[in-house]
């Protein structure tokens, strides 16, 4: 009887102590915002950052909200400078890439690029959110309304909103493709060389069709590509040949209009020119008579781009040891993972913001502060009084 007896409470206790387990779980903050069981293991020295220059006295003036996606890193960052000092906010997502603002509802929509690709759609939450308990009673914190799945090989990097429709490039497809609000991706643009009697060559990435310079429409905007043609070899091959091979087709004509390119990232339309990062050489630059032309060189792989009025927010990136080859204009070992703030009347650089174990940076979109103020999960610097103290000299206190 002694022995049952210890058998039917060792049972229960272990019956009650798996309760207690599943009890606990999804109890932290960040498993509930982005749905993600490991999303709160975030190791701090990759938030850790450096300033060189006026950074946040420039961006304190532009009164943004400025978003970045560390995609290797599995982060979301927000920079902004509330109350007089520095506001850092992020997220722990899966793989973060492309980014676009919804400026008609205020939301911003992120692309976690994993199979299958996801959509995170964000807005400001209402007042009735506690935000004391999110992000240090700061007004606007980003929280998700929606995620959209979007199974198959589309392998999403950059998005864009054109219209009242959101569009991404499906590299996977070499072409782009509309993500509606409901139901399946709708093959919309693909440029000529992929055409074929019975149909475009969406069967492997042979392209690298990786940015969308949004227009007033598909027809009016631009593409970035690593090739113009389809080749034996293919992107992710070691091999497959980049310098200066990479292009920028019309959505007008499907042909390509700019070239002398290697491995262009973040086309981007600006006063009806095309900018577009050259990342294999660190440069920032336009088309210009077709070709393109640097306008700014950087220390690292060049790749996220938004602008405001006269400035540009320019990422780089380091460099993969594994593909240093698609970096020919690049010392791999003098490479940043940062982002700077470029003065486009006097060719300067104002400042830059830098994470010195960062590594690879995808994209960069920009909201008013007023609207929002970032993430719900704050980054508290190492140094408040000092960056602080500097805003307070310059006279941008409130």
Same mark, same amino acid.
């Given at each position: ?12 206790? +272990? ?23 490991? +999303?709160?293991?975030? $190791? ?15 961006? %304190? ?35 973060? !890439? ?8 205020? =939301? ?38 929606? %995620? ?32 509606? !609000? ?20 969406? $069967?492997? !990435? ?10 007033? =429409? ?8 690593? +090739? ?42 600006? $006063? ?26 950087? =220390? ?11 400035? %540009? ?13 698609? %970096? ?64 307070? =000299? ?5």
């Amino acid at each position: 009887m002694e022995r049952k007896r210890t058998s039917s409470t060792s049972a229960a206790t +272990a019956e009650t102590d798996l309760w207690a387990h599943h009890h606990a779980e999804y109890r932290d903050p960040h498993q509930i915002v982005s749905q993600w069981r490991q +999303a709160g293991e975030i $190791d701090p020295r990759l938030l850790e950052y450096t300033v060189r220059g006026d950074w946040w006295d420039v961006l %304190a003036r532009t009164e943004l909200t400025l978003f970045i996606t560390r995609e290797y890193e599995h982060l979301a960052i927000a920079l902004t400078v509330g109350r007089s000092r520095p506001h850092i906010t992020y997220l722990h997502l899966p793989h973060p !890439n492309g980014m676009c603002i919804d400026e008609k509802n205020n =939301s911003l929509s992120i692309a976690s690029t994993r199979n299958p690709n996801v959509v995170f759609e964000f807005a400001p939450c209402s007042e009735s959110m506690t935000k004391e308990k999110l992000s240090g009673n700061q007004e606007g914190v980003l929280l998700p309304q929606r %995620a959209q799945f979007f199974p198959g090989c589309l392998y999403i990097h950059d998005l864009a909103r054109i219209g009242d429709d959101l569009y991404a490039n499906a590299v996977g497809l070499n072409a782009v493709v509309r993500l509606p !609000n409901r139901g399946n991706p709708e093959l919309v643009w693909w440029p000529r060389c992929i055409d074929t009697k019975t149909g475009p060559r969406i $069967d492997k !990435n042979y392209l690298q069709l990786n940015s969308i310079a949004p227009g007033k =429409s598909l027809a009016h905007s631009f593409f970035s590509a690593s +090739a113009a043609q389809p080749g034996r070899r293919r992107p992710g091959h070691l091999n497959f040949p980049v310098d200066r091979r990479g292009v920028i087709f019309a959505g007008a004509t499907r042909e390509v209009i700019g070239v002398g390119l290697t491995r262009p990232h973040s086309a981007r339309l600006r $006063d009806g020119e095309i900018w577009v990062d050259n990342s294999g050489y660190g440069q920032v630059g336009r088309i210009v008579n077709r070709r393109f032309e640097s306008n700014f060189q950087l =220390s690292g792989w060049t790749r996220g781009l938004y602008f405001h009025n006269d400035l %540009a927010f320019v990422a780089t990136s380091r460099v993969l040891p594994r593909y240093s080859h698609y %970096a020919p204009g690049l010392d791999s070992e003098k490479c940043e993972s940062g982002v700077h703030v470029l003065d486009l009347k006097t060719g300067r650089v104002l400042g830059s913001l830098l994470w010195p174990r960062g590594n690879q940076i995808f994209a960069i979109e920009g909201m008013p502060n007023r609207v929002t103020s970032g993430f719900p999960f704050v980054h508290e610097s190492k140094s408040p009084i000092k960056d602080r103290i500097r805003l307070f =000299s310059r006279g941008l206190a409130a």
